[in-house]
């Protein structure tokens, strides 16, 4: 029998309280396996049948009274010391999943659980395990597989914390790249409840160093992983071993065949329950795309981060070598990155993760097998640097955002051949990733503004010196004042100027990121040949000033195109330069011509001919409170 619930998420239980959007809507009896909205199964004719399924009609049996806080998980019939533990973390409620899985378990039924991440399902079987436990017996009566160290480090952690209460309990994590010796002498000593990857849980089995021939219960967490990982032969061996009168668990966010028959082959008549996401909360995630030449990636990357930039960001990337490309960059740009591949050890790996958690990293490029079960809360936006290689690998990427109730960002790269696996992977999330741009100037240089306004407002409210230090810098300041005679607005600006510390307040160049034909390969190669032939020459400016300024549409044959030195940054618009041009030169504003307006420059197009003293006059001609320097294009 499996029971199908309309579940949405759990976040963690610092927003505990929010963490419970829905309370359990209904639950629907039946003999049939939902898919998986948010994380569809790999495997196609899976999710094609339970799709078909889906509408099988099912008994609805209505929501039951939900029962005040606390004595819901009483109710269950678990212990004092647990509950006390529960009380002291600040679970109140049980989750969707924590409500149809406790009891069946509790039972010591063998159960099959398709959640992810998120639902509370740690607990949903951590409790009911912790509440069968006999603190007399010293041998491992709980064995929990997970696809990863960190996870199997979280589990652990989470049953610590639930029995926190209770006396005597022993959870041990053992874990690859971890000191073998130190984990025998922990066993030695007794522990209760063993959580680890399958490599080291086989190697310590091996060795006699870990009896399970007292093993009441085994859980394999996320299972699918395991089988992506390549763990799956490992956990049939490990499961060959266990005593025959063994409970087993089994929770999987998808269903691929592989599992399905691990839970027909080792498990005895096991009770089924399926979280069924919320479509909404698939849409927590908003996601994006944006196509950029393979050759411009780099750059597009640079101006995401700088007009998305997040709380917390991972960039995806295929290789190894790609990762350390990127990490490279963006590190000198400025930016706190490291690195998450294969080659990381595990030590450095536990670090890395802890300073990406507590924000003293903010951007992460990883690959996906170096990041696979990484759960740090605050990332708050996914680039999809490289496109994943399939459906199920996009969705366990877009998942490192979203989490503990957060909303987060997508943003999926593809180049232009990429383009047609958008629609694969949109069916993947069953949903549309809308199309975005590449950040232009404008939209960067207002994100550096409004940056840097609220670093100002920060350092107002939260001095960083102490008070002996301010007061230093408040001498510093009156004498620079008092020797310069100049107005605190003046000294303010210098200040702020001295916090760029070297490098330009706004983005300089073409005021749109020149890719209105990312899928013209033969653009690129005139752009790369154009780029060496103006290097030949001398001339260093972009050549996307150059092409522009010229304009592909030249100026009209009696007029004549200007250069002039004010531009986007210093705010001007085209009327100030009719108006300027057409009050010193004696012009009418309708015969001044087209006016484009750059980040430094711009250009306009006056009449030929104009007079030398007029051109004169015009040079010296201040707009923003800046000299036009006018000359003429090409001259
Ligand atoms: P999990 O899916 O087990 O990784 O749990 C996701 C998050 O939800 C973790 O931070 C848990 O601590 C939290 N959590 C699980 N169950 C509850 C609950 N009943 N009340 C509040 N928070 C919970």
């Known amino acids: 029998m499996t029971q199908i619930i309309d579940g949405s998420t759990f976040t963690g239980a610092a927003d505990s309280q929010a963490a419970i959007e829905q309370p359990r809507e209904d639950v629907v009896l039946s003999s049939v396996v939902s898919p998986q909205e948010d994380a569809p199964s790999s495997d196609t004719t899976d999710s094609a049948a339970s799709a078909d399924l889906e509408t099988t009609p099912a008994t609805v049996v209505p929501e039951a009274e939900t029962p005040p806080p606390i004595s819901a998980f009483a109710a269950f019939g678990l212990r004092r010391e647990l509950l006390d533990g529960l009380a002291a973390i600040g679970f109140e409620e049980p989750s969707p999943i924590q409500k149809a899985a406790i009891p069946e378990l509790m039972l010591g039924r063998d159960l099959v659980g398709q959640a992810q991440t998120g639902t509370g399902k740690t607990a949903a079987f951590g409790l009911p395990l912790l509440e069968r436990l006999d603190a007399g017996q010293r041998t491992p009566q709980v064995l929990v597989l997970t696809p990863t160290r960190e996870l199997a480090m979280q589990v652990a952690e989470a049953f610590n914390s639930y029995a926190a209460c209770m006396k005597g309990v022993k959870v041990l994590p053992i874990y690859g790249g971890a000191d073998f010796r130190d984990q025998i002498q922990h066993l030695r000593r007794g522990v209760q409840i063993v959580v680890g990857t399958p490599g080291r849980v086989m190697d310590h089995m091996r060795q006699g160093t870990l009896d399970l021939s007292g093993l009441r219960s085994l859980v394999l967490d996320e299972a699918d992983e395991m089988l992506r990982m390549g763990f799956i032969d490992d956990v049939k061996w490990v499961l060959e071993q266990l005593p025959a009168e063994r409970q087993v668990v089994l929770f999987s966010a998808t269903m691929p065949s592989e599992i399905r028959r691990i839970s027909?082959?080792?498990?005895?008549?096991?009770?089924?329950?399926?979280?069924?996401?919320?479509?909404?909360?698939?849409?927590?995630?908003?996601?994006?795309?944006?196509?950029?030449?393979?050759?411009?990636?780099?750059?597009?990357?640079?101006?995401?981060?700088?007009?998305?930039?997040?709380?917390?960001?991972?960039?995806?990337?295929?290789?190894?070598?790609?990762?350390?490309?990127?990490?490279?960059?963006?590190?000198?740009?400025?930016?706190?990155?490291?690195?998450?591949?294969?080659?990381?050890?595990?030590?450095?790996?536990?670090?890395?993760?802890?300073?990406?958690?507590?924000?003293?990293?903010?951007?992460?490029?990883?690959?996906?097998?170096?990041?696979?079960?990484?759960?740090?809360?605050?990332?708050?936006?996914?680039?999809?640097?490289?496109?994943?290689?399939?459906?199920?690998?996009?969705?366990?990427?877009?998942?490192?955002?979203?989490?503990?109730?957060?909303?987060?960002?997508?943003?999926?790269?593809?180049?232009?051949?990429?383009?047609?696996?958008?629609?694969?992977?949109?069916?993947?999330?069953?949903?549309?990733?809308?199309?975005?741009?590449?950040?232009?100037?404008?939209?960067?240089?207002?994100?550096?503004?409004?940056?840097?306004?609220?670093?100002?407002?920060?350092?107002?409210?939260?001095?960083?010196?102490?008070?002996?230090?301010?007061?230093?810098?408040?001498?510093?300041?009156?004498?620079?004042?008092?020797?310069?005679?100049?107005?605190?607005?003046?000294?303010?600006?210098?200040?702020?100027?001295?916090?760029?510390?070297?490098?330009?307040?706004?983005?300089?160049?073409?005021?749109?990121?020149?890719?209105?034909?990312?899928?013209?390969?033969?653009?690129?190669?005139?752009?790369?040949?154009?780029?060496?032939?103006?290097?030949?020459?001398?001339?260093?400016?972009?050549?996307?000033?150059?092409?522009?300024?010229?304009?592909?549409?030249?100026?009209?044959?009696n007029m004549e195109r200007f250069r002039i030195e004010v531009g986007w940054r210093d705010r001007v618009k085209p009327g100030n330069i009719v108006g300027a041009i057409a009050n010193e030169s004696g012009l009418a504003g309708r015969s001044i011509g087209k006016i484009r307006i750059f980040d430094a420059h711009s250009t306009v197009d006056l009449p030929k001919g104009m007079p030398e003293e007029v051109f004169a006059d015009l040079r010296r001609l201040r707009v923003m409170n800046k000299e036009l320097q006018i000359s003429r294009l090409g001259s």
């Open 264 to 557: 027909q082959n080792y498990l005895k008549d096991p009770a089924e329950v399926t979280i069924r996401q919320k479509a909404a909360d698939g849409r927590r995630i908003r996601q994006r795309h944006l196509v950029v030449n393979g050759p411009q990636k780099l750059e597009a990357l640079e101006r995401v981060l700088e007009a998305e930039g997040s709380e917390g960001v991972i960039i995806f990337a295929r290789t190894k070598a790609i990762t350390l490309t990127v990490a490279e960059s963006l590190e000198q740009h400025g930016y706190d990155v490291a690195v998450l591949n294969g080659d990381v050890p595990q030590t450095q790996r536990e670090r890395t993760i802890e300073r990406l958690r507590d924000g003293r990293v903010n951007v992460l490029v990883a690959t996906d097998v170096a990041a696979r079960g990484l759960d740090v809360d605050r990332i708050g936006l996914v680039i999809n640097y490289d496109i994943p290689f399939d459906g199920e690998a996009y969705v366990h990427r877009i998942g490192r955002t979203g989490r503990a109730g957060r909303s987060g960002e997508a943003i999926l790269f593809l180049t232009p051949r990429e383009r047609r696996f958008l629609g694969g992977l949109e069916r993947a999330v069953n949903q549309p990733i809308e199309a975005m741009e590449v950040p232009g100037n404008a939209s960067i240089n207002q994100h550096r503004l409004d940056r840097l306004r609220q670093k100002l407002t920060t350092a107002l409210q939260q001095p960083v010196c102490n008070p002996e230090e301010r007061a230093l810098l408040g001498e510093i300041l009156q004498r620079v004042a008092l020797e310069q005679s100049c107005s605190p607005d003046q000294l303010a600006l210098a200040a702020l100027e001295l916090g760029l510390a070297g490098k330009p307040l706004l983005l300089q160049g073409e005021e749109r990121w020149g890719q209105s034909r990312p899928g013209a390969p033969t653009r690129e190669r005139d752009r790369d040949r154009g780029d060496r032939d103006r290097e030949r020459s001398g001339d260093r400016r972009p050549f996307s000033d150059r092409n522009q300024e010229r304009g592909e549409d030249g100026p009209e044959d």
